[in-house]
Each structure stands twice: as C-alpha cells, then as structure tokens.
C-alpha cells in the first residue's frame, strides 16, 4: 500500500542525501542541518502539516516523518565524523574552562513526546505548576471527601481550607487541559496534549518520587471512541521505543473517565520475557478512558453531543525504559556520573 505522504517523504530524503555528498566542510554541513532539521527545516515544517492529513492518515503520516526525521539525524552525525563539526574546526582554547553542559534525560524524552504528539495532530499545552483546587480535582469529579485530596496524598500552599478553595501543587496535568478548553472557549473536535511536572506527596522509593514528569492527552469530537484512544497509543509507543508495540486494557477506576483502563504494552525489547517486563512480555504504562460526562459538563462540553478518551503516562518511566534505569530517585539525585551518560 503506497499512502501519497510516502512520496513527499522519499522525495525529501532523496534531496537531503544528495546535497549531502558534496559537502566538504563544518560550515556547509551547519547550513544542511539548518536547512532539513532546523526548527523552520523542511522536515518539521512538514511534520507540521500532519493537522492537513485525513484523520485515518495523521498516525502514519507522524511516523513517516519522525522516522526521515531519525535517519537524517544519523546521516549528520555520520558526516560529522567525516568533515569535523564547527566547534573542531577552531582553535581549541587554552585556559582551563568549564565543559558545555547538556539537557537531563528527562527533558530529551519530553521533547521527543511533544513532537510525537505534536505529529499526530495534538496541540501542546502547558500551564502553572501552582494549581487551584477547582482545576485540579473538582473539576476532573474528584470531591472534597475524595483520599486523594487528603494533606498526606497532595501538597497545599496552607493549611487545607475546609471549602476546597485552596491552592495546591498540581496532582497532574489534567488540569491545564480544563483551563485551557475553558479560557479558550475551545468547541470539539480537540486535541491536546500537556506534558509537565507534578507533585504527589510520597515517599520516594526506586519506583515512586514526590516530584516527576506526566504527559497527558485529551481528544474529544462527535465520534471519538476507544479505538481512537487504541492507535494513538500505539503510534506514540511504536513511535519512541522504534518497534512495533501493541497495547492492552485491563480495567481500572479512575474518577475521571467512565470506562477507565489501565494500559499494558507489548514488551519492546524482547520475545520472550526479559527483566523489564518481569518475564510477562507486557509492561504497565498508565491509566486511561473515556472522558466522564462530569468531567465533559465542567469544560462546558455537552456530553449528549461529545465524547472523548484522556491518557497519562509517566515519561519517567519512559526514559528508565528506554535506558535500563532501575531507580526513579537517580533522576533527582544530581549525581553527575548518572547524568553524564546522557551526554
Ligand atoms: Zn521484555
């Protein structure tokens, strides 16, 4: 099956290897990257028109191009070994100075999320870390008696207010997608995504921290179904981990989605069993489900007419994936022998 985006995509390639053989210099490479991978390249700004593509096209479409997106990104650095980065090609300095740093593990995986998501037509939204109580539970129904919202499961900025009209640092990222439905007035069909750092008030542990990172999604439209909900999930999983996942559900209870799932992903990295699946080939991503009619009234979506789906996942744990990395605390730790790894 040739889909017509196959094309664009081979063009590009083909253009981008052959300009690529006849550079000799660091200068002439620079100006390559700039030109297919920069910010305003052509290949992100293709990427971009994923929203033009038919809705059955859009997952495929992300994929294709974040793969061209990879294989050029080799290509570079292959070329780079071959004629020198701009950095090598000056003098080198003779003082002592402080080596250049680089972005944590955690922002890289972030990034490469957003721009998953991003490929799949979602809009990327962030918000204030500092949340109120209206946003962050009542609004997703989960009510002032909820454990939840209890002192030893969320951190509030004072002394719990027995109307729940506090302030707290925010539980998830949910809430920045009410806010923006309701102060944007946004009408369905929506798609969004709001990747950010959260706060739970628990002890850390090598698989719990009081502080990490979510990525949530939230698609609502006339028609949209848990099959929906299923080949998103699965472009973003096949898409980071570069192999083909499948997911499975397994239900789960969560106030804010009626049904709720819990998610399963096929293991990536082997056959059989391996030590990151616990021997099982299957490997536990999230929760997700289809938007509760509550939670649909209180962004002034009608439920009669709209439906939708919501996810969270943690891109802690994606990146301890990706790497084998068994503790979640390393992330915090400031250990700079971790973070140099990711250099
Ligand atoms: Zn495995």
């Given at each position: 099956?040739?889909?017509?985006?196959?094309?664009?995509?081979?063009?590009?390639?083909?253009?981008?290897?052959?300009?690529?053989?006849?550079?000799?210099?660091?200068?002439?490479?620079?100006?390559w990257?700039?030109?297919?991978?920069g910010r305003?390249?052509?290949?992100?700004?293709l990427?971009?028109?994923?929203?033009?593509?038919?809705?059955e096209?859009?997952?495929?479409?992300?994929?294709?191009?974040n793969?061209?997106?990879?294989?050029?990104?080799?290509?570079?650095?292959a070329?780079?070994?071959?004629?020198?980065?701009?950095?090598?090609?000056?003098p080198?300095?003779k003082?002592?100075?402080?080596?250049?740093?680089?972005?944590h593990p955690?922002?890289l995986t972030?990034r490469?999320?957003?721009?998953i998501?991003?490929?799949?037509?979602?809009?990327?939204?962030?918000?204030?870390?500092?949340e109120?109580?209206?946003?962050?539970?009542?609004?997703?129904?989960?009510?002032?008696e909820?454990?939840?919202?209890?002192?030893?499961?969320?951190?509030?900025?004072?002394?719990?207010?027995?109307?729940?009209?506090?302030?707290?640092?925010?539980?998830?990222?949910?809430?920045?997608q009410?806010r923006?439905?309701?102060?944007n007035?946004?009408?369905?069909?929506?798609?969004?995504?709001?990747?950010?750092?959260?706060?739970?008030n628990?002890?850390?542990?090598?698989?719990?921290?009081?502080?990490?990172?979510?990525?949530e999604?939230?698609?609502?439209?006339p028609?949209?179904?848990?099959?929906?909900?299923?080949s998103?999930?699965?472009?973003?999983?096949?898409?980071?981990?570069?192999k083909?996942?499948?997911?499975?559900?397994?239900?789960?209870?969560?106030?804010?989605?009626?049904?709720?799932?819990?998610?399963?992903?096929s293991?990536?990295?082997?056959?059989?069993g391996?030590?990151?699946?616990?021997?099982?080939?299957?490997i536990?991503?999230?929760?997700?489900?289809?938007?509760?009619?509550?939670?649909?009234?209180?962004?002034n979506?009608?439920?009669e007419?709209?439906?939708?789906?919501?996810?969270?996942?943690?891109?802690?744990?994606f990146?301890?994936?990706?790497?084998?990395?068994?503790?979640i605390r390393?992330?915090?730790s400031?250990?700079?022998?971790?973070?140099?790894?990711?250099?």
């Open positions: 099956m040739t889909e017509p985006a196959d094309d664009i995509f081979a063009q590009l390639k083909q253009q981008a290897t052959e300009q690529l053989k006849k550079i000799t210099t660091p200068e002439e490479l620079e100006q990257r700039v030109n297919f991978l305003k390249g052509q290949v992100p700004r990427l971009r028109t994923v929203k033009d593509q038919p809705a096209q859009r997952a495929a479409f992300g994929q294709h191009g793969k061209l997106r990879q294989e050029l990104e080799g290509l570079l650095t070329h780079q070994k071959k004629v020198g980065t701009r950095a090598m090609s000056q080198q300095p003082v002592n100075q402080a080596g250049l740093g680089h972005l955690l922002t972030r490469r999320l957003q721009n998501m991003a490929a799949l037509g979602f809009l990327i939204i962030e918000g204030p870390e500092v109120e109580e209206k946003y962050d539970f009542d609004a997703l129904n989960i009510p002032f909820h454990p939840a919202r209890a002192e030893t499961d969320t951190f509030y900025l004072a002394p719990r207010s027995p109307r729940g009209d506090g302030r707290v640092l925010r539980t998830s990222t949910s809430a920045v009410v923006a439905v309701i102060e007035d946004l009408v369905p069909p929506f798609q969004i995504a709001s990747p950010g750092r959260v706060f739970r628990e002890k850390p542990d090598p698989t719990h921290e009081s502080t990490f990172y979510q990525l999604a939230l698609m609502v439209g028609s949209v179904t848990v099959a929906d909900y299923r998103i999930t699965e472009a973003l999983f096949s898409t980071f981990f570069g083909v996942a499948s997911i499975r559900l397994r239900p789960g209870y969560f106030p804010f989605v009626e049904p709720g799932f819990e998610i399963d992903m293991c990536p990295f082997c056959q059989s391996c030590r990151l699946c616990k021997q099982t080939t299957w536990e991503m999230g929760g997700a489900g289809m938007v509760h009619p509550n939670v649909l009234s209180n962004m979506v009608d439920p007419k709209y439906q939708g789906f919501a996810f969270g996942y943690g891109i802690d744990r990146t301890m994936l990706q790497h084998g990395i068994d503790d390393l992330f915090w400031g250990d700079i022998r971790f973070l140099k790894q990711f250099a």
